[in-house]
């Protein structure tokens, strides 16, 4: 069975730090690019970064809402996308999904997983 399985999320001060994990299972981890989206309250849904398969080189990729601040990693062992979320703001709120994304097209996914809270709060 193909899965995708987030957590790591919380609540944390603005200026706070996250690490969340994404477990996948039933296919080839490293062969995929992948993705993680977002969605704040009444908004849509938001691509925030990528990362490359193995075999395309592992590159990154980040909305300017989130570079410099967010990191991208996977490990292709275990089988896991991770993202660093540092200095996080009261905007980056939201329901934080990782995705396989649809071949080269970062933005666009074929699977997600049921999504890990992010809360920014004073």
């Known amino acids: 069975e193909v899965q995708l399985v987030e957590s790591g999320g919380g609540l944390v001060q603005p200026g706070g730090s996250l690490r969340l994990s994404c477990a996948t299972s039933?296919?080839?981890?490293?062969?995929?690019?992948m993705s993680w989206f977002r969605q704040a309250p009444g908004k849509g849904l938001e691509w925030v970064s990528a990362?490359?398969?193995?075999?395309?080189?592992?590159?990154?990729y980040y909305a300017d809402s989130v570079k410099g601040r967010f990191t991208i990693s996977r490990d292709n062992a275990k089988n896991t996308l991770y993202l660093q979320l540092n200095s996080l703001k009261t905007e980056d709120t939201a329901m934080y999904y990782c995705?396989?994304?649809?071949?080269?097209?970062?933005?666009?996914?074929?699977?997600r997983g049921q999504g890990t809270q992010v809360t920014v709060s004073s």
């Open positions: 995705a396989r994304a649809k071949s080269y097209n970062v933005r666009m996914y074929d699977l």
């Open positions: 039933g296919f080839t981890f490293s062969a995929y690019y």
């Open positions: 990362i490359a398969s193995t075999g395309n080189g592992g590159s990154t």
